[in-house]
């Protein structure tokens, strides 16, 4: 295992802006493009924001459910007219106080956790429960409504990865935060509310369920092999070969070996690297590189737009300072990327096995699935 | 903890019988009303059985995946009179060789799970892989194409609590079995692919996620309190009081306090059995009149029928035998039955941070959603 490089991100720092009921506001522009200008205030008459939400504790798994009762009326799908993530506008004073913008981060007005943030947790038993501190952020791909990720170009791909890496490194400070995930949802056949292209980044008061199975199976792979599992996944990967879909320098690209979804890609960094702040400048290159390649990839593979979860696994708060025997110190960043698009017309569900037993079964082989997105991305290059 | 009531089951036998490709069948009837004719032949010329599918071991969470590439091209959403499991005529010669039938089970013809079974498993590391041995059976409710399990009275519920019991009893005996799973999906916005009113077995080679997950829990719980997790949660429930649906003399039906779904109905026994074979013919006898009622609320919570998954948790094979450490002996049999209707017209979508971190935001307070679910049940009895 290598030594994390802990040289200061290069970038620029974002401008930061105060929304009108208090939240945090940051606009990240494109490599050498940055305004002069101040930001224009936000001078809308917003309700104080809502209480934190309720974080009750499920017995039976050990797991944290957040009860995010105000959800239920956020905005959803509202037309191009009144999109929030729009400039604003006289007739539509939207979420950002910009006529153009590349990349903008602002705290999410309708949050699953916070807006409290705050240390104590809990202790885990029948009936335990706690404000749902955490935050919940709003990741904005920039100004054009219509647009995707995929389409606006590297340069735009590549402020992404800074805007993910600065708030990263912002989010893992605050008090009880625990465990911070950027991620995309895309395509309403997933459930997105809101059609302009954006992700989201939550910072969760715990770690979460998915990340504690990928610990102990950290642990128990050192216990019998004496291996780091994810090393031992890449080389694994690398030297079966069929499922690789790009080897670049820094990052590959592959289909995992037991893959669940009809389309999931996962792309990991060569040297071990627990999250996105302890990538040097090369690597965040090469991944703004990949990753865009990939999203185009994933839009050639069908005649229309693919849904899809992209998703960062990071390893959770205190990786560096140390004080956990929990396989932190092993934990590896990595991207997974799915669809449920089983066929052109055809999704994916996950009825009784998968979603009460937690009992996957696959359709497509993930060899298939693998050239699939090989020629996929072909075509996008062409 | 009481002992497990080891009283054969009262109930007859069903009539078994063979498809023309070798899978079994059986025929349960109300009660009293068993027929004296022998079965019906099945004499379709079907192709061999396809070869069980792939097992693929996923390192990074420590679960076993099935590779069912034949599902690909199952039977979608055919035509009623394509419908396999009407009663068979000459225009359709569908899988149930009969006029007429009440509970009809067979073996799925496209199984992810089977038709092999042996007790091998291999080891689980990187690459391991294994045919996906075990049984996925289907469990027609009835003859009527157009009917609900809801609609077609107590009696018929009561036997298919039967069916349930005899195949788990049946299932749990074969070779390599460790969890036998009785399943109903319904309504094809969870996307359901045949509309005759059906449920599923799955029979599978290891311990799924969701249960391994439990075991855990019941281990920890009884570590750090002593007490039983299941008896503790049904405890608490009862006396907190405000989630409880109804409560009989040997079965309680509750919202759990952190229910991750808008509706999710939890049914567990006063008793501690650890599965179906356990319960006695009282205990039975109010299953069905509960499962009933609680089929015919949820049926009444909306305009339209709500689409559910209705999933029996029970112990892994080796409660009886001993053997295990593992809290096996502490599981106790449950229903889970859950719905990602949220409102009229809203679906729960499980993205990002559900899909991809196991991290669950609930929409509606469990104590609401238990109060609409007593009012529909009122509504239904009405």
Redesign the interface.
Known sequence: MTQPDTRANTAPEPVAATMADGRELYYFYDSGTAPSATPIPDRRDLPDRPPS?EL??????????????H??TRT?LPPADQCPLCPSTAANPSEIPADDYHVTVFENRFP?FGPEQHAQVLGA???SVDPAHGRCEVVVFGADHAASLSGMGGERVRTVVEAWTHRTRALLALDGVE?V?P???RGAE???TLHHPHG?I?A?PYV????Q??L??VR??RE??GGN?FA??LA?ELE?GARVVHRGEHWTLFV?????MPVEVHLMPHRHVGDLTELNDAERDELASVYHRLLRGIEALYETPTPY?S?W?QAPRGRRAGGYDDGRGEYRLHL?L?SPR??EH????????E????????????EASAQALREAIVRADA
């Open positions: 939400s009750r504790y499920d017995p039976l798994l050990g797991e944290w459910i957040a009860f995010a009762a959800r239920q959803h699953s038993g029948l009936g465990q995930f991620f995309e949802n997933i459930g997105v989201q939550y969760y979460p369920a998915r990340v199975a990928q102990r199976q128990e792979h019998r092999t599992l031992d996944v694994f079966e995992p070996f037991a893959a669940r979860i998703a696994y997974q799915t089983r066929a055809k999704l994916k569900y996950l009825a009784g096995s979603a009460a037993m937690g009992a996957f079964v696959g359709d497509v082989m993930p």
